[in-house]
């Protein structure tokens, strides 16, 4: 089975700066990715950004990066300069490499920028 | 260039009513998931579906939920008899194909807000 483990329910941020949302998995896939997904307060879900386990380096994806760490089990979600339109929530998510599995979620983090 | 469309956006039932949920998939995808998300959570699976099929239902409730995939037209999920315990946000998913690596994002539809009276 696997599991996602969000442990910051509400984060705050002064805009510009950067943020780093934490997210740790469990699984026993050897092949798995995992995801960032933003929800703002309109509803809806907007993918962000993509890990494979088997990725050599860190994805990037504009402001967002994920810092991998395979060992640890981590997947955390950097945010940097950070923007006003980046309040919401923030899923962390993972599927593992069986078929089309679907998507297992975190509780998620919610983020607050401050101007 | 749609996305996932899924309508209604707002549904309101009192008790005992049913409710029918739809969600079309992007164009060209033929892999269905639906999602529920209660207050402050984070989505949970419900039902993978093809065309024609259901691949995986275990986060289904045994009773009372169903959902379909038909050759032609959207995915359906349908809830009987509602209480106040289904309301919530119902997402559907879609992605391009069955198999294969695990980097396929899915692309999600704006979602069901479902209000029990």
């Known amino acids: 089975a696997q599991k996602i483990t969000q442990t910051q329910p509400g984060m705050f941020v002064q805009e510009k700066e950067a943020v780093t949302l934490d997210c740790t998995y469990d699984t026993s896939d050897q092949s798995y990715g995992l995801f960032w997904y933003k929800q703002p307060s309109s509803g809806e879900m907007i993918f962000l950004i993509y890990?494979?386990?088997?990725?050599?380096q860190n994805a990037t994806e504009g402001r967002y990066s994920l810092n991998f760490q395979k060992a640890r089990k981590s997947a955390n979600l950097v945010i940097s300069a950070s923007q006003l339109g980046d309040s919401a929530m923030y899923f962390c998510?993972?599927?593992?490499?069986?078929?089309?599995?679907?998507?297992?979620f975190g509780k998620g983090t919610r983020l607050s920028v401050i101007a | 260039n749609a996305g996932v469309m899924q309508n209604p956006r707002h549904l309101v039932r009192r008790r005992g009513q049913e409710a029918r949920l739809r969600c079309s998939p992007m164009?060209?995808?033929?892999?269905v998931y639906w999602y529920r998300q209660l207050p402050e959570e984070g989505l949970k699976f419900m039902v993978y579906l093809q065309k024609e099929n259901i691949i995986d239902e275990s986060g289904m409730p045994k009773e009372r939920f169903s959902a379909e995939f038909p050759k032609e037209g959207p995915s359906i999920l349908r809830i009987q008899q509602v209480v106040r315990g289904d309301s919530a946000a119902y997402f559907c998913?879609?992605?391009?194909?069955?198999?294969?690596?695990?980097?396929?994002?899915?692309?999600f539809g704006d979602g069901t807000r479902l209000s029990i009276l």
């Open positions: 164009k060209g995808h033929s892999h």
């Open positions: 998510a993972m599927r593992g490499n069986s078929g089309n599995t679907p998507l297992v």
């Open positions: 998913a879609s992605s391009p194909r069955g198999g294969g690596p695990s980097n396929q994002p899915q692309h």
């Open positions: 890990q494979g386990s088997y990725d050599e």
